[in-house]
């Protein structure tokens, strides 16, 4: 059975690199720091780094969430990604986007205000 998601990985070329970039993102340090993987804790979900991998925007498309999507589109473009989605609206007040994070993964963001973190196991 499928209990939701858990992790979200991202491969990286430059594993030192995309640790400084998403430790500034997220405003915290990873939890678990290996030469093989980092990984961060982000709401009770992780977000992992992977070593030697091909970034990519193609493929599995996991959608992070933010209070405020403007603000939080706006500091990732600020800390070094570039657009893939603007921000759009896309019905029932939720709203998305994305951007292209600098080690070529997408990395999608999603204001919903219908989503329950109570339910969140």
């Given at each position: 059975?499928?209990?939701?998601?858990?992790?979200?990985?991202?491969?990286?070329?430059?594993?030192?690199a995309?640790?400084?970039w998403?430790?500034?993102?997220l405003?915290?340090?990873?939890?678990?720091?290996?030469?093989?993987?980092?990984?961060?804790s982000?709401g009770?979900?992780?977000?992992?780094l992977?070593?030697?991998?091909?970034?990519?925007?193609?493929?599995?498309q996991?959608?992070?969430?933010v209070?405020?999507?403007?603000?939080?589109?706006?500091?990732?473009?600020?800390?070094?990604?570039?657009?893939?989605?603007?921000?759009?609206?896309v019905?029932?007040?939720?709203?998305?986007?994305?951007?292209?994070?600098?080690?070529?993964?997408?990395?999608?963001?999603?204001q919903?205000?219908?989503?329950?973190?109570?339910?969140?196991?």
């Amino acid at each position: 059975m499928i209990l939701g998601l858990r992790t979200a990985i991202y491969p990286t070329s430059d594993l030192d690199a995309a640790r400084r970039w998403y430790t500034e993102l997220l405003g915290q340090e990873p939890y678990f720091n290996e030469p093989f993987y980092v990984g961060f804790s982000v709401g009770g979900f992780e977000l992992g780094l992977l070593p030697d991998g091909q970034a990519g925007t193609n493929g599995p498309q996991p959608l992070w969430g933010v209070a405020d999507i403007e603000s939080a589109y706006v500091r990732l473009l600020q800390l070094g990604a570039t657009v893939l989605e603007p921000v759009s609206e896309v019905g029932g007040g939720i709203k998305v986007a994305a951007v292209q994070d600098p080690f070529g993964n997408r990395f999608g963001i999603i204001q919903n205000p219908n989503f329950d973190v109570a339910l969140v196991r």
